[in-house]
């Protein structure tokens, strides 16, 4: 079975200092990854994806993330946070060996950062 | 154009209405999906359309009707709701069902039932 948490339901952060929102799978296969967000009564933003090839992955905003096969991590990150940041950032997990539909979302971690 | 739309942004229904939430995609995607997303919870699966075929109903009640009209639209008819379904609703679209993890969102429905 696969499955992906989120252990901070909360991080915050002060403006211009880097950010980390944490993510951890399990799959059985090779997994692919994405980071998405969604500010207040809106639908979810894709940022970025890991499907294969450099680990170090960079998105939209001036996010990345770096896949961990040993640590099987897929952490966000943002050298200098913006107040404009703060939304929910939910992390995604699918075995890439899976057949049908078997996207998993994780639970959601709220980003404040702090003018 | 790399949006889908959705219509209405707000909703209001009472128990004994019937209502309809429309989502439309330009981008030739063959894959749309329907989510329920409660307040700080991740999204729900709900339907899935492949090809304009249901192709997934993840246990949803009869309540809630999913359509497929064309390849474009993507509906979900409301009848007899309880309080416990207001929600974000969520459509989204991907390519087609093989790249179902690039998924492309609409902004949401705001579904409140009194």
């Known amino acids: 079975a696969q499955s992906v948490a989120q252990p901070e339901d909360q991080v915050n952060v002060a403006e211009g200092n880097p950010l980390t929102v944490k993510c951890t799978y399990s799959?059985?296969?090779?997994?692919?990854l994405f980071w998405y967000v969604q500010y207040p009564n809106r639908g979810l933003q894709f940022l970025l994806k890991?499907?294969?090839?450099?680990?170090l992955v960079k998105g939209s905003y001036g996010f990345e993330a770096e896949f961990n096969k040993s640590q099987t991590s897929f952490h966000l990150k943002k050298p200098s946070a913006l107040v404009s940041d703060s939304a929910l950032y939910f992390c995604?997990?699918?075995?890439?060996?899976?057949?049908?539909?078997?996207?998993?979302f994780g639970a959601g971690t709220r980003l404040f950062v702090k003018a | 154009d790399t949006e889908v739309t959705q219509t209405p942004k707000h909703l209001v229904m009472g128990m004994t209405n019937k209502k309809s939430l429309k989502c439309e995609q330009h981008?030739?995607?063959?894959?749309m999906y329907w989510y329920k997303q409660k307040a700080k919870k991740p999204p729900e699966l709900m339907f899935v359309?492949?090809?304009?075929?249901?192709?997934i109903n993840e246990s949803v009640p009869s309540r809630f009707s999913p359509e497929c009209p064309n390849s474009s639209l993507l509906n979900l008819h409301l009848h007899a709701l309880q309080p416990e379904d207001s929600a974000l609703y969520l459509c989204?679209?991907?390519?087609?069902?093989?790249?179902?993890?690039?998924?492309?969102f609409g902004p949401g429905t705001r579904l409140t039932v009194t």
């Open positions: 989204a679209s991907s390519q087609d069902p093989n790249r179902e993890y690039e998924q492309y």
């Open positions: 799959v059985s296969g090779n997994p692919y």
């Open positions: 890991y499907i294969t090839g450099d680990n």
């Open positions: 995604a997990v699918r075995d890439a060996n899976t057949g049908g539909f078997k996207t998993i």
């Open positions: 981008m030739g995607h063959r894959a």
């Open positions: 359309y492949s090809y304009e075929k249901l192709s």
